[in-house]
């Protein structure tokens, strides 16, 4: 009976999540029946009778108060610890997971491959291998939710946000917006296609596509980026050259961890968080560049690293 109510699992995520959900819902049934049902019995029992005298009404019970007091504790405390441990996993994607950049738009979700292929509102993913979605939008809130995967994230605009997901059969899943965003969100959704890995290979082949790595290469030279981070010495900006995934010292004398967000920032942002021992020169890139174009540039500052030349 549960099939017609929760969608299928489809991911080595909903396998987990489930049994917890079910234990709350019981747990909750329980302490909810067992209150109500005792209220109702206890006002009935002991009514007032006219006629009837009630002398001694004990007013505490050591006993009494321990056992109501520590078992629904210790209950609450076990949800504490199996929910975090499940929400850690669900927070961090395994290393060497399958990325894939997503953009929400009103109202249709654009998605782009590793190898630059492109697909609107539709996604493909080869089933029994960790995929991390990169998320963000270009205008208002969506949320990226795939029921069957148990998974279901904000796209925000002006930041990246990510969720990840490892499929464990191949098929078709819905996937929809599960945030109001105007007068068509019913309609933003689409199929998630979970295919063998060799199926999804000869599929990532089929289309016409421009590489993001290429695409950046090309925004970095034409927007005039390589001009202060030429990585020669003495140049005006950071090299970038192995910076992704790097600790940076900041001005302020904080570290980061120049990661996809910091990366965003750095290019609409760039005074926000200045690297050591750069002046603040680089003008802001908001509302030069769309989100694909960032997602380029990012994509292709992330290949510099990828190519294991000293930091
Ligand atoms: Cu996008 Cu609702």
Partial sequence: MLNYIFPEQASTYATRVDPFYYSLVTFSALVCVGI???????SVRYRKIKGESRPSKPLHNMAL?????????????????WGALLYNDYATAPE????????????MWKVQHSNGMREVNDLHVPVGRPIKLTLTSQDVLHDYWIPAFRVKHDALPGKFTSLWFEATKTGEFHLFCAEYCGTEHSLMGGTVY??????YAQWLEGGPKAAPQEAGLFLFEQRGCATCHSGESGARGPNLVGVYGSTVTLKSGDEVVADEEYLRESIMRPALRVVDGFAPLMPSFSNQLTEEQVMDLITYIKSLSAEGEPE
Avoid: R
């Fill in 194 to 199: 979970v295919m063998k890995p060799e199926d």
């Fill in 36 to 42: 109500g049902g005792l209220l109702i019995y206890f």
């Fill in 65 to 81: 108060e321990l056992i109501w007091t520590l078992i629904p504790g210790m209950g609450a405390m076990i949800i504490f610890a």
């Fill in 96 to 107: 060497g997971a399958l990325e894939i950049d997503v953009v929400g738009k009103q109202w």
